[in-house]
């Protein structure tokens, strides 16, 4: 259960929206997606993971792949998917997402930094104080950095 809460959690460390119920192609009239959302397009593999003030980079082995506001996290053959919403004129700048579930939708929001090829993220479940620093205070809190994966022609 640990694991799976993990998991939901990491894809939190990507992403909410208010609306998770129509998909981004239903909604003709949304605004155009934020300049950090799309660099954030494509494929992402996670290269550090603590939840809770904890380090657990080893058991963290999952992918994550971003189009548009949406995205797909894959953990040992596992998928889950949801919607992202950032906002880059904030500083810090923020992250909400909102993953589906067997239990229903998991909300978290957060902040993140994106270079070049490094996502950073630290959020929390929504509802709570939003992270203000990339540290793991509270117990739902983590923090995952990705790296964006190359794709070879």
Known sequence: MRRRMIVVAIVAAVFTAPQLAGRADDNKDEKP???????????WEITY??????????????????????????VDGETLKGRVRIDSTKSPKHIEYATETDEGVQEYSGIYELNDDSFKTCDVAKGR???TEFKTKDPTGQVAVWKHVKVLD
């Open 33 to 43: 997606l934020d300049p950090d959302l799309k660099k954030l397009q494509g494929k």
């Open 49 to 74: 993971h603590e939840t809770a003030g904890e380090e657990d980079t080893k058991e963290a082995k999952w992918t994550m792949e971003v189009r548009g506001d949406r995205y797909t996290f894959t």
């Open 129 to 131: 104080p939003r992270p």
